[in-house]
């Protein structure tokens, strides 16, 4: 079909086996159709959008929810090997913190946020060298791992090493942005971590797009 098409990509697909998801029922019943999922992750995920004090004014809250929700599907389907059955949750999947699709939406937003405010002022030339704190140094080797990771899922054709890859990145994210603070910081300080920021945002965003996720910037 994909030949017929006019895709000259398609003799180098491979059919990729995969498991069992069990628990998914939506309110239409034990069927589960694709558009029921969207329909039922976007309502979903707007109900929890709107319970959220910190949840910022979006001009596009149907199309930031839709892309969330997703984010928070396909990581929860991709977490395992894909042959694995899994037992599948609504309540764990809208998750906002742990490992969830969810946490690293709101882990690039607030990246995102950060070069908004600063990023006119330190987006310049940058001193490696100010970038000393264990922090710092574990994002960095940790980056420094992205190729390694997707050459491993290009040839075993599983998902799990990105998301996994992408779920630590964020974690030591999190862990650095309550300690390597940019405002009040000496600008050349304020200027390497802003860059180290950056390229945390620029990673999750690419590895989000191989895995079918389309990254918001405000959530």
């Given at each position: 079909m994909l030949q017929i098409m006019g895709y000259d990509w398609a003799e180098r697909c491979q059919h990729v086996p995969f498991g069992?998801?069990?628990?998914?029922?939506?309110?239409?019943?034990?069927?589960?159709?694709?558009e029921d999922v969207l329909n039922e992750i976007r309502l979903?995920?707007?109900q929890n959008m709107a319970s959220v004090k910190t949840t910022k004014e979006l001009e596009n809250p149907e199309?930031?929810?839709e892309r969330v929700g997703l984010a928070a599907l396909i990581i929860q389907d991709f977490r395992g090997l894909l042959l694995s059955d899994y037992q599948f949750s609504?309540?764990?999947?809208?998750?906002?913190?742990?490992?969830?699709?969810?946490?690293?939406?709101?882990?690039?937003?607030?990246?995102?946020?950060?070069?908004?405010?600063?990023?006119?002022?330190?987006?310049?030339?940058f001193n490696t060298a100010c970038l000393?704190?264990?922090?710092?140094?574990?994002?960095?080797?940790?980056l420094?791992?992205?190729?390694?990771?997707?050459?491993?899922?290009?040839?075993?054709?599983?998902?799990?090493?990105?998301?996994?890859?992408?779920?630590?990145l964020s974690h030591l994210a999190a862990v650095a942005h309550k300690t390597l603070h940019i405002k009040d910081s000496a600008p050349e300080?304020?200027?390497?971590?802003?860059?180290?920021?950056?390229?945390?945002?620029?990673?999750?965003?690419?590895?989000?797009k191989l895995l079918g996720i389309t990254p918001v910037c405000r959530m």
């Open positions: 069992v998801v069990q628990g998914m029922k939506t309110r239409r019943g034990d069927v589960t159709f694709l979903r995920m707007l199309e930031t929810a609504w309540d764990r999947v809208f998750q906002s913190r742990g490992d969830t699709g969810v946490f690293l939406q709101y882990t690039h937003a607030r990246l995102h946020s950060l070069e908004e405010t600063f990023g006119c002022g330190y987006l310049n030339d000393q704190e264990p922090q710092s140094v574990s994002i960095l080797q940790h420094l791992r992205f190729d390694e990771v997707l050459y491993r899922s290009s040839q075993d054709l599983q998902p799990k090493h990105i998301v996994s890859y992408l779920l630590i300080v304020a200027a390497a971590r802003l860059h180290l920021f950056r390229a945390v945002r620029s990673v999750l965003a690419n590895g989000m």
